[in-house]
């Protein structure tokens, strides 16, 4: 387990994963003990913490990054999680495709990454999850029909947005600040 205030001690990068999105995640995709995942665009591995710490000792992560500094960055992160047997860090731009076959679940977090989902078909054993975390709704809009024009079903498309509250003697309200729009999850399955 890794307690919220333990992050800190992770170097970032690029853009993080957020917990909020992170969860979302997790919990819609169904990503357990055993599980093997990839994933497009280590970034900072954040997310591939998370991942990791899911799929356990008996599961495996592959992430894909194309670019040297993200990747040392996101290696050092697990090596602190404590997870580098659970994880295959691979120094490859992902929309040459996925060495893997018969995946749990791919999660995209890269641009253009409607681009990469005829590798992730391939790659996805029947019933598999391909996630998008997506920064815009015209983006959404061509993954999701790229995705259906690779075989995929879209499930869905959420949006996590996390508001915290003030709780106080005088009145509880929300706070004046707060966490908006960071991403679109758009969740496909293949058949």
Not at 24 to 45: K, Q
Not at 82 to 102: H, I, N, P, Q
Request: hydrophobic share 40%; glycine share 12%; charged share 30%.
């Amino acid at each position: 387990m890794i307690p919220f205030f333990d992050w800190k001690k992770f170097k970032r990068g690029p853009q993080v994963v957020l917990h909020k999105d992170a969860g979302m995640l997790l919990g819609f995709a169904g990503i357990g003990e055993g599980d093997r995942v990839a994933e497009a665009g280590s970034g900072s591995g954040w997310l591939t913490v998370f991942l990791a710490n899911v799929v356990g000792v008996k599961g495996k992560v592959y992430s894909y990054e194309k670019r040297e500094e993200f990747l040392a960055i996101a290696k050092k992160n697990i090596d602190k999680a404590g997870f580098t047997e659970r994880v295959e860090f691979k120094l490859k731009d992902a929309a040459e495709g996925f060495e893997e076959k018969d995946l749990d679940c791919i999660v995209l977090d890269c641009g253009d990454s409607n681009l990469l989902l005829s590798g992730a078909f391939q790659s996805l054993k029947s019933r598999g999850l391909c996630v998008g975390f997506i920064p815009n709704t015209e983006q959404v809009r061509d993954f999701v029909l790229e995705g259906e024009k690779q075989g995929f079903e879209h499930l869905m498309t959420v949006e996590g947005i996390v508001r915290e509250w003030l709780v106080r003697e005088r009145g509880t309200r929300p706070k004046n600040v707060g966490l908006t729009h960071t991403t679109f999850q758009v969740f496909l399955r293949k058949p």
